[in-house]
């Protein structure tokens, strides 16, 4: 059964840094692409950072160049969403995804606040 599970969130204050972690298990990682995605309150969800099977990095919006960066440990299965001089606007559920054979799955997310 194929399991994402994010971890790491919670509220920091602006300039702060977190790293998100997406624990996978159910598939084996090495041979897959993994995507991280936010959805702030009100909005749709969107892309941030994408990391192949081979470490290739895709960017999405402008709001991730020099600020955000992804990882992957293929031996402890889980990929890293290193977010730094974070700002309100970061505020956001943070999800990471799998698209395996046509299929999208995703974890539960978890919440990123960014508040003084």
């Known amino acids: 059964q194929v399991q994402l599970v994010e971890s790491g969130g919670g509220l920091v204050q602006p300039g702060g840094s977190l790293r998100l972690s997406c624990a996978v298990s159910g598939f084996t990682l090495d041979h897959h692409a993994i995507g991280w995605f936010r959805q702030a309150p009100g909005k749709e969800r969107e892309g941030i950072l994408c990391?192949?099977?081979?470490?290739?990095?895709?960017n999405y919006p402008d709001f991730v160049k020099g600020r955000f960066t992804i990882s992957r440990d293929n031996a402890k299965k889980t990929v890293y969403l290193q977010m730094n001089s974070l700002n309100p606007e970061d505020t956001a559920m943070y999800y990471c995804?799998?698209?395996?054979?046509?299929?999208?799955?995703w974890g539960k997310g978890t919440l990123v606040t960014v508040s003084s």
């Open positions: 990391v192949s099977s081979s470490g290739g990095i895709t």
């Open positions: 995804n799998l698209r395996l054979n046509g299929v999208d799955y």
